[in-house]
């Protein structure tokens, strides 16, 4: 699947729900399901900055397919950074980079998120696109 037909799932899946209870626990089971990094990759150097709670994200590249793994100490923020390598991990680097992310309004995330959250939301998608970037320049 390509990114697209992946955030067009996400918006589907979102619009399902009636309230934003509802899918802030649909965020919570989707953390649930994060494919976890591995604990020696919980290092400074793997933080993301800019995040109100503690997010690790490591990548690696994989038959020239970026594959992420994350994991974060709150349950809110493990379900967004569980979103963002949904949509990201298994792609190639250039189209991580070229990727919208439009469908994070579509859902309604972001206004929906206190300020630090939405500048961690931020940070999030900016540290996974430098990974790709990174990639990228090792393919080129």
């Known amino acids: 699947m390509n990114i697209t037909d992946i ?9 399902m729900f009636d309230d934003w209870e509802e899918r802030y626990q649909y965020m ?6 994060l494919p976890l990094i591995n604990e020696q990759y919980k290092t400074d150097d793997h933080l993301i900055k800019g995040c109100q709670s503690r997010v690790w994200v490591h990548a690696d ?9 994350a994991d974060s100490d709150a349950i809110i923020t493990k379900g967004i950074i ?3 390598i949904r949509v990201f991990s298994n792609q ?8 919208n992310t439009d469908f994070i309004d579509k859902i ?18 900016k540290q ?12 080129s």
């Open 92 to 99: 190639n680097p250039k189209d991580i980079i070229d990727a």
């Open 128 to 139: 996974l696109k430098m990974y790709a970037v990174a990639y990228q320049t090792q393919l």
């Open 61 to 69: 590249l994989e038959s020239d397919k970026v594959v992420f793994t």
């Open 28 to 33: 919570i089971d989707l953390g649930k399901t």
């Open 108 to 125: 309604g995330l972001k206004e929906h998120l206190s300020p630090t959250r939405a500048n961690g939301l931020v940070s999030m998608i």
């Open 82 to 84: 569980a979103i963002l």
């Open 7 to 15: 955030q067009n799932d996400i918006i589907d899946e979102f619009s």
